[in-house]
């Protein structure tokens, strides 16, 4: 006999979500139908290093973010070296883009990867550890209607899935010619307020994060702060304007949110937000904008940026918030079940046949009656079950039953799969 203690069995680490049937269908047709959305836009798959130099992040997202001095899975690997894991995109598309050169062709260059990301933050609903995006970025055309087409692709993502009850916040950053300025006027007033000192700390630093306190005696006395679109240069307003109107004429609403601040350094003009109502606090299903600054700072040419990244984990909580499903449930189209040894063996073979039609379609396995395996006919979601006993076996028979309408016929097994794809594409 065996008497050490059983093994515990594990758990997936803090923050770190699992998405496992019936959750994960839903998963993949977010994922999927965001990624075709971006498709439809003429974006080209890019995958991506699920690790980087440490260093790219820290130059590429900014020292001063809280995803690089706080929440980065930074170690050094079995040769010595930094590496972390990616907490966001963009900085590893602008290193391929550089180092690839993608840039040197037809301009603007667009992709879109989708995949898990990382960033140490205090786990919560909503928020966690390792998180899931699609995204797109543009680089190397400073056209405001690549602004524009970023923005409502984003919105149509979303719609795509059926979400509605989501708003579009949108500012302009302001570029090196006006947000210096900006920025120490902004500064000044902030550094004349009654700051605790991790704020007053904070204001010196980079003192348009203060503007996103959401604690109320902060947002009061910000109440009357400079707003970056009030200081605007003439070349970033005419820019923002343009944008605004082309989202106009193409009925994408949005919000004017002149206080919007982004957690991550590269930011120049165009920036924006999704934000969903029924999500509570991590209510940020998707953001993105301008990165003008980036491509240069990474070692490449002066070129410009735009994209976005949307939350799949989120938008699947705001799925469940409007009560919407995007999967029907179904894992295959047709379930065999055979009763007696022959009719198995023939199954498996039809059930073969069928996948090879492009007909989705599993059996039953293992000495169950009828009952237990028409049941699982049922779990499956299947339209259709094949009914083969050793009977209709000699007959060259299959006894094909519609499980919605509760309607069965016999079919000659040899039409099996032209009859079922018939039925299945009318
Ligand atoms: P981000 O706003 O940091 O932007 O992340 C994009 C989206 O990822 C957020 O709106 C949110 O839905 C989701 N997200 C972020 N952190 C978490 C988390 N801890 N748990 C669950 N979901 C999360 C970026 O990452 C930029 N790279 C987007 C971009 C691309 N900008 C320009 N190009």
Redesign the pocket.
Known sequence: MNDSPKPQPFSAPKGVPDYVPPASPEFLTVRETFTRQTRLAGYEHIELPVFEETGLFARGVGESTD?VSKEMYTFEDRGGRSVTLR????AGVMRAVIEHNLDRGQLPVKLSYAGP?F?Y?RPQA????Q???V???AVGVDDPALDAETVALADRCFRSIGLTGFRLEMTSLGDGACRPAYRRKLQEFLLGLPLDEATRERAELNPLRVLDDKRPEVQEMTADAPLMPDHLCPDCRGHFETVTGLLDDMGVTYTLAPRLV???D??TRTCF??VHDGLGA?S??????R?DGLMAQLGGQELS???????V???LLALQAEKIRVSDGSRVAVYGVAMGAAARRRMAVEIDRLRVAGISADMSFGARGLKGAMKGADRAGARFALVLGDRELESGMVAVKDLAAHEQIDVPLAELVTHLQGRLSA
């Open positions: 995803v907490p966001e995109g963009t990301f960033r933050e909503g928020r966690y550890r998180l899931q995006q995204g797109v970025e982004r957690g991550l590269y930011y937000e999704f991590q940020g299903i998707g953001g993105g904008g990165y940026g735009i994209g976005f990244g949307l939350g984990d989120r938008a």
